[in-house]
């Protein structure tokens, strides 16, 4: 074993995307020691690619004349228990919808500039499966605005930062997680830190399919880390597939077109031209009588939100993906087999105001100039709503001295998240998580450091670059990418999810003997060779999640389980844990609503 560098901290938070960067905030504010790490450079999280906005029931925009409900958390509370198919931890839901407004107005304590409604609020606009306007937004920059606050709030208050770390194990003493173990992607050098409490908020995972809006960090490597420690995990199989990723050119196929597109106007054409979503058979029973049913009426909506329905175009994401994949599966898809998405009626000082960065990544990537054509768009996997389960007061894991937050935790978003609630999720859990960390650390003393514990990762990791010959984890990456891509993708079924499983588990065998050329110096195959790791026993456990969930909902579309069973799944969600060498995968009934709630559906 080598010498490493050691560091103590009362609380350390792994990730500084923004449910880290909210939870360093508050655990530093209840006067603790904090350190945060991250695996790129501070600030370039997912959290800064988020465009569209961040949901919560300020009220705003709908309801000036009085003559109509006004936006509420009740409102945002049943939106987001619709959208989740109703798989949601109503407790985490409630406390959300509660919490996201006191949230963004803090924000803007800190310094976040939202844009503005002509009397000076903030403005929010459409989204899908949202009632009412409810994404405060900075353009289709809201999350670098976001990122840029809670930085510089986080900075101020004075804590340590450890950029371009990798976390790739948590240390335990007993049942208890006590530290956890990385290295320095710039030299190899490894690194340990003991920490009295540990927030997890290492974000989502979707580089194990082949077409995604995810950036390189996803690759599952907080959710695995997790789970290897015994923490439960809560409805892996739940994998968001945005509508609208890019199409054209090759290159950029899965880059994100925000939904903020849609809730400007945006509108969807299949190749013949006709606008589908109109089309009753993708009107789910639930949302029916609560869109436009013409496209004058939704037409009207553009300028009177007050006394006209939503366009169907502002779905759930699921239900509009599933459309989408209907109409290029029947043939009746664009030039480069997905769908057309048409904003350039709303004029182009409109479009470049309120959509500036979809114009540039357009104009850029694309050669496509959307103030006078349309883009062309096919869903791309994009967020996960399972994760690790947490408590809904305090985001603790099953694991003592763990919490987690954001992304990587589960139970608020249900089989589906609809736009926005991420960025409002992360502001509130990852406060509450830094919060409920921050007391522990304060009840116990730093724990044990296992040096055994220490020694397997270290050889786990070393192994690549020891081994003369053996697979390259490229290699196995992009096999397992048109695996996951071509069976546990948004149509699933128990024939291509077993060919998937085959797969995965042939994979891991061949990961078993992966070989890295060079040294430990800045070297992606052999960070790759540990990231593959993480996602192949992700992949694994999505896939036996699907093939155990056998009905519809949500994001989980199984052709031969076309429809949604409310009498036995609507009412569990699926937990997986470690068992010795095994994963244990069992249906958990779901936490009863209480009845006030309840009465909130009526
Ligand atoms: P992230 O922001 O992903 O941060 C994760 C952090 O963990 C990073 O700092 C990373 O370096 C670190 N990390 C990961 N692994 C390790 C490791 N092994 N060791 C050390 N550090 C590690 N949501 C909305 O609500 N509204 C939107 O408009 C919206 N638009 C989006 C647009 C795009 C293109 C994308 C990709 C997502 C969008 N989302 C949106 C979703 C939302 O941005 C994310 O769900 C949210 O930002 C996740 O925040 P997080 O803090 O949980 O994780």
């Keep these: 074993m080598e010498n490493y560098e050691t560091y103590d901290y009362d609380v350390l938070v792994i990730g500084a995307g923004g449910a880290g960067l909210r939870a360093v905030i508050a655990a530093r504010e209840a006067g603790c020691r904090v350190a945060v790490v991250c695996k790129s450079l501070l600030g370039k999280a997912h959290t800064v690619m988020a465009e569209g906005g961040v949901a919560a029931a300020l009220g705003n925009m709908d309801q000036p004349d009085g003559t109509k409900e006004p936006d509420s958390w009740e409102v945002h509370f049943v939106d987001t228990m619709k959208g989740g198919a109703f798989l949601n931890n109503w407790r985490m839901v409630e406390i959300f919808t509660k919490e996201a407004p006191e949230r963004v107005l803090e924000l803007e304590q800190y310094g976040a500039v939202f844009d503005r409604t002509p009397d000076g609020l903030i403005a929010e606009r459409p989204f899908g499966g949202h009632k009412y306007r409810r994404l405060n937004h900075v353009g289709d920059r809201t999350g670098l605005e976001i990122i840029r606050t809670l930085q510089d709030k986080a900075v101020s208050l004075g804590i340590d930062v450890f950029m371009e770390v990798v976390i790739t194990r948590l240390l335990k003493d007993g049942d208890r997680v006590v530290g956890a173990f990385g290295y320095y992607r710039e030299s190899g050098n490894f690194i340990v830190f003991r920490a009295k409490a540990i927030v997890l908020a290492t974000g989502g995972w979707g580089r194990m399919y082949r077409y995604t809006s995810n950036s390189w960090e996803g690759t599952g490597d907080g959710v695995m880390m997790a789970f290897e420690a015994g923490a439960e995990l809560l409805d892996m199989e739940m994998v968001q597939f945005h509508p609208t990723g890019m199409v054209w050119p090759p290159g950029m196929r899965g880059i994100l077109v925000t939904e903020g597109v849609r809730g400007e106007g945006g509108i969807l054409r299949n190749g013949k031209g006709e606008r589908f979503m109109f089309n009753p058979k993708y009107m789910p029973e639930l949302y029916r009588g609560q869109f436009a049913e013409t496209e004058e009426e939704a037409e009207r909506w553009l300028t009177d939100k007050q006394n006209n329905r939503r366009p169907p175009e502002l779905l759930p994401r699921d239900v509009v993906s599933r459309a989408i994949y209907r109409e290029v599966e029947e043939g009746r898809g664009s030039e480069h087999g997905g769908v057309y998405l048409d904003i350039s009626h709303r004029g182009a000082d409109y479009i470049k105001r309120k959509l500036p960065s979809m114009y540039e990544q357009f104009h850029a990537l694309g050669d496509v100039d959307i103030t006078k054509q349309p883009m062309e768009v096919y869903p791309t996997i994009h967020y996960t709503m399972g994760g690790v389960k947490v408590d809904p007061e305090t985001c603790a894991t099953t694991v003592p001295g763990l919490y987690a937050a954001g992304e990587v935790a589960a139970g608020l978003h ?174 958990r009934p779901l936490p009863e609503m209480p009845e006030r709630l309840k009465a909130l559906f009526k």
């Design 414 to 587: 249900g089989a589906n998240r609809l736009g926005g609630n991420s960025l409002s999720d992360i502001l509130v859990f990852g406060k509450r998580a830094g919060e409920h960390a921050a007391l522990y650390a304060k009840t116990v003393n730093l724990g044990k450091i296992d040096e055994q514990q220490i020694a397997e990762e270290e050889d786990y990791l070393l192994l690549p670059l020891e081994t003369k010959e053996g697979e390259n984890p490229y290699d196995i990456h992009r096999e397992l990418q048109e695996t996951m891509q071509k069976h546990a993708m948004i149509a699933r079924t128990e024939k291509g999810l077993l060919e998937a499983l085959e797969k995965i588990q042939e994979l891991q065998k061949r990961a078993e003997h992966l070989h890295v050329d060079g040294d430990r110096c800045f070297n992606p195959g052999w960070h790759a060779a540990r990231e593959i790791r993480f996602m192949l026993k992700t992949s694994e456990i999505i896939v036996r999640c699907a093939l155990e969930r056998k009905e519809s909902r949500g994001a989980q579309w199984r052709l031969d389980y076309p429809d949604r069973d409310d009498e036995f799944w609507g009412k569990h969600n699926l937990i997986a844990v470690k068992d010795g060498q095994h994963i244990k995968i069992e249906p």
